[in-house]
């Protein structure tokens, strides 16, 4: 889903995303995940020269998360689990979502830099939110794989 339709996302709606990414497990409960709602177009513009990619400049928010690595020691596992309960959520509320990956280094430190993102906190991607332009395609029951389960051992029986 990288293609999102002009219509404003409600503030409830968002709120609603924090708090199902807020509400994610978090290792030793440390719950240092924080958010940066970026709506302003401008920051929205360099953000997606810094990632590389043109959605992020189209969607009408981009969520980040980042989590204080003096308070977590996973932090990057804590920011993954927390931006899957955000996805679901948005998809909860017909929002869209698409994970843009922010590698360390060069990419990263452009984003701390718009951002303002204090040294000690950690964050691993950029999450756009938006209203889908065109009705998303859902996964079909042919795409489940049961050949990809192991039942017992990775060699043992192939079914239950
Ligand atoms: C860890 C991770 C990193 C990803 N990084 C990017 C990315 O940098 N750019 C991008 O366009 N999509 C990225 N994606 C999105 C996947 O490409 C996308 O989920 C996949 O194409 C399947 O599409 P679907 O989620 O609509 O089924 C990433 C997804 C994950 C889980």
Redesign the pocket.
Known sequence: ??EFAEEPVLEQSVEDVIKAAQFAPTARDNRAVEFIVVRDQAIKDRLSEAAG?DFVQKAPIILVLASDANKSVLPEFDLALATGFAMIQASELQLGT????IPAGVQANKVREILQIPDNFKFI?LLPLGYPLNEPLQHTEAEFEKSKIHYETWTGPKKC
């Open positions: 889903m990288r990619q698409v994970w843009k990956n991607n």
